[in-house]
């Protein structure tokens, strides 16, 4: 039975993560991937795999090699689920800055 990835699966490794990093300047092969980490190529190319299956990175074949790109309409489904998180914080945010200023003024009144 083959389980269904999604994209924080995805993103949830680091490894994973620092992929998309590299692929967001420029289209890579697999052994130029590899060739940024400590790791065998092998688990490199497991890892690409299961970015390609979530989606998140395309393959595109020239000629005998295989060079990956990110796809950043995936990534926009990512950026919008964290939203929801960014208006919470920035609230808490404000909230915080209201404090600091009241704290500010009444040092400011002794």
Not at 18 to 31: E, R
Not at 45 to 57: A, F, G, P, T, Y
Request: some cysteine; glycine content about 2%.
């Amino acid at each position: 039975m083959r389980l269904r990835r999604d994209i924080f699966q995805a993103i949830a490794d680091p490894t994973r993560r620092a992929i998309l990093v590299l692929l967001t300047t420029q289209t890579m092969t697999a052994g130029d991937i590899a060739s940024n980490f400590d790791t065998s190529r092998p688990t490199i190319s497991k890892h690409i795999q299961i970015l390609n299956e979530c989606d998140l990175i395309e393959a595109n074949q020239q000629g005998r090699e295989i060079h990956y790109q990110i796809k950043i309409d995936k990534m926009k489904e990512i950026d919008k689920w964290l939203q929801q998180f960014r208006k919470i914080w920035e609230n808490r945010f404000n909230q915080l800055d209201n404090v600091l200023a009241n704290l500010k003024n009444k040092n400011n009144e002794i």
